[in-house]
C-alpha cells in the first residue's frame, strides 16, 4: 500500500544540520499521517516529531522542539525532517512512517522506511 524510502543521513559535526527525506509510494500518501522516528542501539524506538495528513498539526518531542522541524509536500509524495543545532545524542538510525490515526505511539504507524543514519560527531 505504502513503500517508504529514508535519504539524507550521514554524518556531521555537533551544531550542524542534516535534512533528512522521505520518498513515498503511494496513490494515497496524503491520507496518512507521517512520523519520524529515531532508534540508537539498545533503545527504544523514539518519535521525533510527526505531521498530520493535511500538515495542520505538528508533534515534536521535547528533546527536539525548536531544533527540529518537519514537512512534507503531498503533491511530490515527500516528507522532510529539517535537523538543525544537532548533538552526540540526536545519533541514531531514522525512520519515516505513515499512520492513518494522529497517534503519538510506534504501533499507530503501519508503514515503515528501512532507515538512515544519522551520526553527529563532537
Known amino acids: 500500500q505504502v513503500q517508504l524510502v529514508e535519504s539524507g543521513g550521514g554524518l556531521v559535526q555537533a551544531g550542524g544540520s542534516l535534512r533528512l527525506s522521505c520518498a513515498a509510494s503511494g496513490r494515497t500518501f496524503s491520507s496518512y499521517a507521517m512520523g519520524w522516528f529515531r532508534q540508537a542501539p539498545g533503545l527504544e524506538r523514539e518519535l521525533v516529531a510527526a505531521?498530520?495528513?493535511?500538515?495542520?498539526?505538528?508533534y515534536y518531542a521535547d528533546s527536539v522542539k525548536g531544533r527540529f522541524t518537519i514537512s512534507r509536500d503531498n503533491a511530490k509524495n515527500r516528507v522532510s525532517l529539517q535537523m538543525n543545532s544537532l548533538k552526540p545524542g540526536d545519533t541514531a538510525v531514522y525512520y519515516c512512517?505513515?499512520?492513518?490515526?494522529?497517534?503519538?505511539?510506534?504501533?499507530?504507524?503501519?508503514?515503515w522506511g528501512q532507515g538512515t543514519q544519522v551520526t553527529v560527531s563532537s
Open positions: 505531521i498530520s495528513w493535511s500538515g495542520d498539526n505538528v
Open positions: 512512517a505513515a499512520a492513518r490515526i494522529w497517534v503519538h505511539i510506534v504501533r499507530a504507524y503501519e508503514y
